[in-house]
């Protein structure tokens, strides 16, 4: 297949590395010193299985330099889809697939107005992995990738990208909902990233103080509510399962959204708690621990706020 993998970071640039290894023509697009280092000295992938490789890197910052392609990996920040969504359009053809790898549950939608019908499938990434220095990729958490057509059709495309990863050493899962698991990913982000970001404390501290605990399957039990009156077909055993789940992480674990409120970046607040907020006000469901986490966090929205003038 010929893929290009929009936002060249860590999960682009991990499963950008792992196709390129497994023989598909991946073209990467970046910008700044990742994209001179990828062109310099090609992309070096280390895997949580002890592996380390490089490959010559197809890098550039401009989509038309690539042109139509059967696959777009589309791996930016929820902020900025509408805009890269616009960027990417010398890379569609009549049959390219766009797959967003990013958290919320609206991209797909944004995409598709943008870029046009049919051309988007919906995924769910279960893989951590950051930059390590420009040009070097680090993966440490590599459990699963999950997608599906948002019809939930089996296709023979969703078939085709799934004999591709699996290639490349991933395991894939093709569910008869992705919007399921779409929401399931989205549940477990928000509660974490609102417990760690407004208690500024890894899991350690979050789940050995009672309150602070139940805080945190509040916010699990609201954002639940909203999915369920969302019409979305949540499990009924979810709740427990994440609340299991959490109680496995590492000591020192804390969601990304915190890296970026710690280091004075913008931050998905919007895309990650706010859509909570915002469904539960139009649904009518009550979220008022979801609530407080967002307003606590909104003043850190776009970085560290300035002193007012």
């Known amino acids: ?13 991990y499963f950008g590395g792992m196709l390129a290894r497994a023989g598909e023509d991946v073209h990467f697009i970046a910008r700044g010193a990742h994209l001179e280092a990828m062109k310099a000295s090609g992309l070096t992938v280390k ?8 490959i010559t890197a197809k890098a550039t910052d ?38 967003s790898l990013q958290n919320g549950v609206d991209n797909e939608e944004i995409i598709e107005k943008i870029i046009g019908p049919g051309h988007v499938i919906g995924a769910v990434a279960y893989v951590l992995a950051k930059i390590d220095s420009p040009g070097v990729i680090s993966e440490s958490i590599n459990r699963k990738i999950i997608l599906g057509e948002r019809t939930g059709e089996h296709t023979q495309r969703v078939e085709q990208i799934t004999k591709a990863f699996e290639a490349a050493g991933q395991t894939v899962e093709v569910p008869d909902d992705i919007n399921v698991a779409i929401w399931s990913k989205l549940l477990g982000i928000t509660t974490m990233a609102a417990i760690t970001c407004v208690t500024r404390l890894p899991a350690a501290h979050i789940f050995s103080c009672p309150e602070t605990r139940a805080l945190t399957h509040g916010i699990l039990d609201e954002g639940i ?13 979810l709740g427990d399962e994440f609340k299991a789940l959490f109680d496995t992480f590492p000591p020192n674990y804390r969601a990304s959204m915190y890296q970026d409120l710690e280091n ?9 708690i706010g859509v909570i907020v915002r469904l539960g006000e139009e649904l009518g469901v009550p979220t008022p ?8 966090l909104k003043p850190y929205a776009n970085g560290k706020p300035a002193m007012p003038t």
Do not use: H, Q, W
């Open 1 to 13: 297949m010929r893929i290009a993998i929009m936002g060249s970071g860590g999960m682009g640039g």
């Open 62 to 99: 401009n989509p038309a330099d690539i042109g139509a392609v059967d696959l777009v990996l589309f791996c930016v920040k929820t902020f900025d889809t509408e805009e890269i969504a616009n960027f990417i359009k010398p890379l569609i053809g009549p049959d390219t697939v766009v797959m």
């Open 289 to 296: 621990l979801t609530f407080a986490a967002y307003a606590s």
């Open 225 to 237: 509510a909203v999915a369920i009156a969302n019409e979305i077909a949540i499990p009924d055993t």
């Open 47 to 54: 895997t949580s299985k002890a592996e380390e490789f490089n």
């Open 264 to 272: 004075g970046r913008r931050m998905e607040l919007d895309d990650i």
